[in-house]
């Protein structure tokens, strides 16, 4: 089993920053990429950024320039440093992980529960 877990959300004014923190961890032999996606109330879950092992980043339109997101490999861990949040920016945020299980060597997808992320003043 390979298990993703979030944390860092929270309530923040808009302008304001927040760091998101995401661990894989469990039976891995190697991971691929790590994703950060958000789910606002009554929408679909939408990827925000991601990041594949060699490093290379995409983000979503509306957070270029706002949002970063790095990788420690040796952690298996995903950051997301979030600035000028806006209130648009409120929702669930997941972390995803795709790669390789130790035993048995099958592919894993593997999705956190989720840290809510609220900006309002």
Request: with cysteine; charged share 15%.
């Amino acid at each position: 089993q390979v298990q993703v877990v979030e944390s860092g959300g929270g309530l923040v004014q808009p302008g304001g920053s927040l760091r998101l923190s995401c661990v894989a961890s469990g039976s891995i032999f190697s991971i691929n990429a790590m994703g950060w996606y958000r789910q606002a109330p009554g929408k679909q879950r939408e990827l925000v950024a991601g990041i594949i092992s060699g490093g290379s980043t995409n983000y979503a339109d509306s957070v270029k320039g706002r949002f970063t997101i790095s990788r420690d490999n040796a952690k298996n861990t995903v950051y997301l440093q979030m600035n000028s949040l806006k209130p648009e920016d409120t929702a669930v945020y997941y972390c995803n992980a795709r790669g390789r299980r130790l035993f048995p060597r099958t592919d894993f997808d593997s999705w956190g529960q989720g840290t809510q992320v609220t900006v309002s003043s």
